[in-house]
Each structure stands twice: as structure tokens, then as C-alpha cells.
């Protein structure tokens, strides 16, 4: 016998329709205050992302729209290097100064006056210089010209009515006569050369302009520097050290211009200081000079003779964190980078040594290391 009552229709459809209401998949209720707008839930982060250790995770896409490179590290025998700050300056072989011997007026000379980055060969007339007299010493120098000329012309008649007696006067007296007339002439000459003469500014060496000083019509003194002429692929680095003991364990140096890396040949070193520094000569050559500019100050690196075992990487690598500690990142996994402190040491100018923080083997990142260092 059924113990319970059976069931109207309409008992039975609000069943069914309880049934299904629960069987549709809601929305979690929130709190007051926690609603979230009816928004829909978030996707799980697939984007370049930093990690809750400090790691950087970055999919294959974006590195290559960030152009990641790496390279892998290598321990090697590097030698000691020191930075030191310099100069560039001109190379006393190769280059040279014009300046004015006498003082007076600049005359532009046959191509003009020479503008700064021109080329001038050695020997090439550069300008003139009008010298400059007093009224009364230039009115003394004409008055002293007109006697001789006047002399010489008298001397030069007497000399042509004694040719006319040649056989009844002696030669000794006419070879003196003409002596005395070619004397007249050259003293003439010399000192017309004075009054109306120019000095020529020739060029000591071939090269470029670096510097010009004056204008059509300006006045110059005795010794006062009008151009400077440099070889642009020939120039000098001269840097001051702080420690004499420096000069005797040098093996080499280099300069970084650019992203090229420019040797250096040491020439040698002064036994005067100055500002109590030793000056370092180094001779340096190359293209990449060009962009270098005579007193530009520049940083160099200095290579001892002794090594230690370091790694090499670009100067490019080098990061710093939230700590301003020095930091490379390095690819740990496929898609994962990795912050490493280290701790540096110079080496030459476009790469540095690593001296802890990084094992061999490791891939460190090169390019790409600044977008990276500012995923948050």
C-alpha cells in the first residue's frame, strides 16, 4: 500500500521546475561591497610578466618582438684593467700650428681663408699677413728706398760711360763700379720687399682645419695661434694617473668610440706632475678617431700585464634593480629569465668582467636586458 499521497499535475510540474532551475550553472553570489559588476572572470595571465621571486616570464613571441639576444659565458684569463680619465689631443707628428711671424693684417689667401673641418695639403699658402709699420718708421723705410734707387741709377750711368772707355780705363775699376751697382740693386729690392711683402701662413702638415681663429681684415700679433691642422685618423690620448706605480706594469690600452673598440699603444710617461697626476701618453689610430673631437675628455682602459679568471660580457648587459645593485639577467628556461647580482671589473671600454654572480655555461642576455629590467 503507497504511504504517500500521490501527486497532483500541478504539484508535479513545480517540481521539475525547481529541478531545473538548480541544474543551470549561476554566478557565485558575493558579499556586499564585493560585487564585481557582472564582469566576466579573468583569463589566466599568458603575457610577459614578473614573478612573485623576482623572475621575469616572457613567452617566445615577445622575445622576439623585444629582440632578446644571449650569449653563453665563458671563464677566461682576462688581464687586470684600471679606468682612467683623458684627453684627446693632437698628435705632435702628425699635426701642427700656424702662427703668425710678424705682426698685421690677415689677407684671405688663394682659395679664401680655410674654414674649420677643411683638408689642406702640406705647403699650401693658408693667408697672408700684411705686416704692420708705424707712420713714421714706413716714411723712413720709402726715404732710405729713393736714396738708393737714386744712387743706383747715378752709379749705373757712370758705369756705362766707363764700358765706353774700356780700353784706356782699368777693368779692376769697372768690375767695381758694377759690384757697387748690383749691391744698390739688391738693398733696393730688400727693402721695397719690407714695405711691400707678405707673409705667407703656410701649411706644416696635411690634414684638417680643427680650429680657425681669425677673419678677412683681422689684426694679428707676432706668435698668435691662427689655425691648427690635426690628422683625424692619427690622434693622441693623454690621460693623468694618480699612481706612479701604474706606468711600470702597463701592457696595453683601449678606448671605446662608439661601439667600436679603438687599441691604444703606450707611449710613454712624463716625470713632471701636473695637478699632481702623471701624464700617460697613448698613440691611437684608426677610422673611428674621426668622430673625435681635439679636447674632448674621454674614459680609457688600462691593461696590466697580469691576468685573473673572469667572464667577459657586453657593457650592455649590465642592469641595475630596485637596490642599485648591478644585475644581468639570465635565461634560466625556455620562456623564464632570472635576475643574478654581480660584481664587475673593467676590461675594455665595450665589455666588462665578471667576477662572481655568474657561472660558466650560463646564457646571459645582451640585448634586450633594459625592457626586460622594466617588466613589473
Request: aromatic share 4%.
Given at each position: 500500500?503507497?504511504?504517500?499521497?500521490?501527486?497532483?499535475?500541478?504539484?508535479?510540474?513545480?517540481?521539475?521546475?525547481?529541478?531545473?532551475?538548480?541544474?543551470?550553472?549561476?554566478?557565485?553570489?558575493?558579499?556586499?561591497?564585493?560585487?564585481?559588476?557582472?564582469?566576466?572572470?579573468?583569463?589566466?595571465?599568458?603575457?610577459?610578466?614578473?614573478?612573485?621571486?623576482?623572475?621575469?616570464?616572457?613567452?617566445?613571441?615577445?622575445?622576439?618582438?623585444?629582440?632578446?639576444?644571449?650569449?653563453?659565458?665563458?671563464?677566461?684569463?682576462?688581464?687586470?684593467?684600471?679606468?682612467?680619465?683623458?684627453?684627446?689631443?693632437?698628435?705632435?707628428?702628425?699635426?701642427?700650428?700656424?702662427?703668425?711671424?710678424?705682426?698685421?693684417?690677415?689677407?684671405?689667401?688663394?682659395?679664401?681663408?680655410?674654414?674649420?673641418?677643411?683638408?689642406?695639403?702640406?705647403?699650401?699658402?693658408?693667408?697672408?699677413?700684411?705686416?704692420?709699420?708705424?707712420?713714421?718708421?714706413?716714411?723712413?723705410?720709402?726715404?732710405?728706398?729713393?736714396?738708393?734707387?737714386?744712387?743706383?741709377?747715378?752709379?749705373?750711368?757712370?758705369?756705362?760711360?766707363?764700358?765706353?772707355?774700356?780700353d784706356t780705363v782699368p777693368r779692376k775699376e769697372i768690375e767695381a763700379l758694377e759690384s757697387e751697382v748690383a749691391a744698390a740693386r739688391e738693398r733696393a729690392g730688400a727693402i721695397g720687399t719690407g714695405l711691400s711683402g707678405r707673409d705667407a701662413l703656410v701649411a706644416p702638415t696635411t690634414g684638417v682645419i680643427a680650429s680657425s681663429s681669425v677673419v678677412a681684415g683681422q689684426v694679428v700679433d707676432a706668435r698668435e695661434l691662427v689655425f691648427e691642422i690635426v690628422d683625424p685618423a692619427r690622434l693622441r690620448i693623454e690621460a693623468l694617473a694618480y699612481d706612479p706605480a701604474l706606468t711600470s706594469d702597463i701592457g696595453g690600452a683601449s678606448l671605446a668610440v662608439?661601439?667600436?673598440?679603438?687599441?691604444?699603444?703606450?707611449?710613454?710617461?712624463?716625470?713632471?706632475?701636473?695637478?699632481?697626476?702623471?701624464?700617460?701618453?697613448f698613440r691611437a689610430q684608426g677610422a673611428a678617431l674621426s668622430t673625435l673631437a681635439v679636447g674632448q675628455p674621454v674614459r680609457l682602459q688600462v691593461h696590466s700585464r697580469s691576468t685573473h679568471e673572469a667572464i667577459a660580457v657586453p657593457r650592455a648587459a649590465l642592469m641595475r634593480n630596485a637596490a642599485n645593485e648591478t644585475i644581468v639577467w639570465v635565461k634560466t628556461a625556455p620562456e623564464r629569465f632570472a635576475p643574478r647580482t654581480v660584481t664587475t671589473a673593467p676590461l675594455d671600454g665595450l665589455r666588462v668582467a665578471l667576477t662572481s654572480g655568474v657561472a660558466p655555461g650560463e646564457r646571459v642576455v645582451t640585448d634586450g636586458a633594459t625592457l626586460i629590467n622594466q617588466i613589473r
Open positions: 500500500m503507497n504511504r504517500f499521497p500521490s501527486s497532483t499535475p500541478r504539484q508535479l510540474t513545480a517540481t521539475l521546475a525547481l529541478l531545473f532551475s538548480l541544474a543551470l550553472p549561476t554566478g557565485a553570489l558575493a558579499d556586499a561591497g564585493h560585487d564585481h559588476g557582472g564582469a566576466p572572470p579573468a583569463a589566466a595571465a599568458n603575457g610577459p610578466q614578473r614573478l612573485p621571486d623576482g623572475s621575469v616570464f616572457l613567452p617566445k613571441p615577445s622575445q622576439r618582438q623585444l629582440a632578446v639576444r644571449t650569449v653563453f659565458t665563458t671563464l677566461a684569463a682576462l688581464p687586470r684593467s684600471i679606468e682612467l680619465d683623458g684627453r684627446v689631443v693632437s698628435d705632435p707628428q702628425s699635426g701642427g700650428k700656424v702662427q703668425a711671424l710678424v705682426a698685421g693684417r690677415i689677407v684671405p689667401g688663394p682659395r679664401g681663408l680655410p674654414e674649420p673641418g677643411q683638408a689642406v695639403r702640406k705647403g699650401e699658402v693658408l693667408a697672408w699677413v700684411q705686416p704692420a709699420a708705424a707712420p713714421l718708421e714706413r716714411a723712413a723705410q720709402a726715404a732710405q728706398l729713393a736714396e738708393l734707387r737714386a744712387a743706383g741709377a747715378l752709379a749705373e750711368k757712370r758705369l756705362a760711360r766707363l764700358r765706353e772707355l774700356a662608439g661601439g667600436t673598440q679603438v687599441p691604444l699603444q703606450f707611449v710613454g710617461a712624463a716625470r713632471a706632475l701636473r695637478d699632481q697626476a702623471l701624464p700617460l701618453a
